[in-house]
Every structure is written in C-alpha cells, then in structure tokens.
C-alpha cells in the first residue's frame, strides 16, 4: 500500500512538473513539449501492440498517417476536431483490426516484414493519391480545436489541450493493462499456446491488441494535423515508425511509464544537446546505443535495478523465524 501512496506522489509531481514546463517558454521549447506528448500518444499504442501483446509492427507511423489525413480532410471541409477524430479514430481501429489478421499466421520478423509493408503501402497511396491527399504537396490550413471559451489557436494553451487528451489516454490505457484485457495480452506476450490452453482466444486478443495500439496511433496523427497544421507523406514514412519503436525499446516495452521516458528522451534530448553545435546528432546517437548495450530492459529496467540494488529488503520466512521452537 505504501508503495501504491508513493507511486501516485510521483505521478503528481510528474504532472505537476509538466504543466509548469512551458510557462514563460518561448514557442519553440512548447512546440517541443507538445511534440512530446503527441508521440508518447503514438508510443503507448505500439507498446500495448508490442510491449504487452508481443506483436511486433513497424507501422504505427502508418496509423499516424491515417489519423492524421481522416481529421484533415474532414476539418477542412468544415467540421469541427472533436468530431473529426472520433472517426478517424474508428477507421483507424477498423483498419488495425484489418492488419491484425496476419498476426494470425506469422510471428516475429515475418509480422514486422507485413507491417513495413503496410507502411510503405499507406505512404504511397498518399503520395500518389494527389485528388485525394495533395500528393507530395501534402494539405495545409488545418484549424485547431475552438472549444468556445478556451480556445488553441496558441501554443501554450494548444500544449494543455494536448496534455488533457494525454492524460485522459493514459488513464484508458491504465485501465486497460489492468483489466483482464492487459492479463490475456501479457499471458499472449509470453506464451501462446499456454495461454490458448488456459482457454484465451488469442485470435481476438491478438486482432484487439493491433486494433487499439492503431487506434492511439490515429489519435497522435490527429494531434498533428492540428500542432503542425500542415501534413505531408515523408512525415509518415517508414522511419517514422522506427523511431517510435525507438521510444518504445528506450523507455522499457512492457511497462506503463515506458513510452513517456522514452519519447521524451527522443524527442527532447536531441534539443539539450543542441549548444554541442554539429555534434548533437552523434552524441545523441552514441548515447542511445550504448543503453541499448547495456540496459536492453530500457529505461525503466535501469531504475528497477537501482531499486533493487539500494532499497531492497531481506525477507525472512515465518516459520524459519521460529527456527528451533518448531516441533
């Protein structure tokens, strides 16, 4: 119970420390920030894909890409963000469901070659589909949300806005992994067929897994279109969703708190190393591989072993306390 009381003091502290950051920062550093938060979106889609159900896709990017075009084109023809996504959203499920269903039959690297191949399907349908998405040209002149009184036309209150849906995707996400949904996709994660002797059906786990992790990915893309307000097909391309896997490996697949640790370090770290001038890019990249040598587990593997180095307790079993009294 003590540690559940600390755990909700540091999540405080967490959401405290972001909802000071940008005050009195000029629009760059919110940009960033939001940023940030926008990709730690996209983060926990794949991290519940891969880090609980232990599907590996590289097309999260992808998801993004459809979000983001379903919400632009729907805002530009007049209708309002809030009810745009919702719909993007729901496509963005539907066609996760859709992908899902090679999961089915093959596992590891032969999954991850299915999804590179739906990425590099959906980018060129955008870049190619020049009626429809503007081609290379990409669309432009996306409003961002008017909620009457509060209005996003700005940056910081923009950030707030964004950092309210993340708060409210974080606690869907908690309940979720909590729920038996997150049992049977960590029980998929770790063995299949035991988990399908145990009477799981993996093929609906397995298909509900991709669809909900496209889903945060088709949020994310949302979020864009309206902090960037201009969208193009090289924004969603395959690296794209590599460097969401990225965010994933470093903040620790498989844990809640993993994707914010992660896409912060991706996004914002390269921005603290900026005053190293040409350097930052080698730096930043020096330093990535280097945790991945030596704290594969990402990081909140290095702080559970930290955890366990300098506060652990050594528990004594209670019938060995009594040791020679027993009879």
């Known amino acids: 119970m003590m540690a559940w009381k600390w755990r909700w ?25 939001t940023s940030w938060l926008v990709f730690a979106i996209a983060a926990m ?9 232990g599907q590996i896709s590289l097309a999260q990017a992808s998801f993004m890409a459809i979000g983001a075009y379903i919400t632009a ?27 899902g269903y090679p999961a089915l039959r093959v596992k590891g690297h032969f999954l991850a070659f299915v999804t590179l191949a739906f990425n590099t399907l959906v980018f060129l349908v955008l870049r190619n589909e020049e009626w429809l998405t503007g081609g290379s040209y990409g669309l432009s002149g996306m409003p961002r949300p008017d909620l009457g009184l509060f209005t996003t036309m700005r940056p910081l209150p923009f950030y707030y806005f964004t950092l309210a849906i993340t708060v409210v995707a974080a606690l869907a996400m908690w309940g979720i992994v909590r729920s038996p949904w997150g049992r049977a996709f960590r029980a998929l994660r770790e063995n299949p067929i035991r988990a399908e002797s145990l009477g799981l059906d993996t093929r609906r786990i397995t298909l509900l897994a991709f669809a909900i992790g496209s889903a945060y990915g088709g949020l994310a893309g949302a979020l864009v279109t309206s902090l960037v307000q201009f969208i193009e097909p090289a924004s969603f391309g395959v690296g794209h969703s590599l460097r969401i896997l990225l965010m994933v490996v470093v903040g620790g697949a498989g844990s809640f708190f993993g994707p914010f640790l992660g896409s912060g370090v991706v996004i914002l770290l390269p921005e603290v190393l900026r005053f190293t001038e040409g350097y930052y890019l080698i730096i930043y990249a020096v330093l990535v591989i280097v945790m991945l040598v030596y704290a594969p587990e990402g990081l909140i593997g290095i702080g559970a072993r930290l955890k366990a180095k300098f506060f652990s307790r050594s528990q004594v079993r209670a019938d060995m306390s009594q040791g020679a009294t027993l009879k």
Do not use: D, E, R
């Open 9 to 33: 003091l540091l999540v405080a502290l967490l959401l405290a420390a972001a909802i000071a950051a940008p005050l009195g920062q000029k629009s760059y550093i919110v940009y960033v920030l």
């Open 45 to 53: 889609g794949l991290n519940l894909t891969l880090g609980y159900a």
């Open 73 to 99: 084109l729907l805002t530009l023809a007049g209708w309002h963000w809030l009810i745009a996504t919702p719909l993007a959203l729901l496509a963005c499920f539907v066609v996760g469901l859709l992908l």
